[in-house]
Nanobody
């Protein structure tokens, strides 16, 4: 049974930082791209950041580029999201998932036969 557990969210003032963590169990994602997604009520879940299996290639949505940094630790089957200069519009529930279909570094990654969604971690940015 694949399980994804996200943590690290919280309430922070605008301009602050948070570091999210995601640990996967039940399946090894070390050879696959992994991503962070976020969702707000009434909106579709969107891809925020992605990282390939080796960590050599990353993708960021335009809205977070330059502020968020994704990283991974394959030994721990984990992926992280460092979020700096947070804005109120970053408020959302954040989820991780894998594997990603990522045909080339210039392509936008997409979920493949993805794992069940975890519970997510709530990030709230106050103005």
């Amino acid at each position: 049974q694949v399980q994804l557990v996200e943590s690290g969210g919280g309430l922070v003032q605008a301009g602050g930082s948070l570091r999210l963590s995601c640990v996967a169990s039940g399946r090894t994602f070390t050879m696959f791209g992994m991503g962070w997604f976020r969702q707000t009520p009434g909106k579709e879940r969107e891809l925020v950041a992605a990282i390939n299996w080796s960590g050599s290639t990353t993708y960021y949505a335009d809205s977070v580029k330059g502020r968020f940094t994704i990283s991974r630790d394959n030994a721990k089957n984990s992926v992280y999201l460092l979020m700096n200069t947070l804005k109120p519009e970053d408020t959302a529930v954040y989820y991780c998932n894998a594997p990603l279909i990522w045909p080339s570094p210039s392509a936008t990654p997409a979920l493949g036969d993805f794992a069940p969604w975890g519970q997510g971690t709530q990030v709230t940015v106050s103005s």
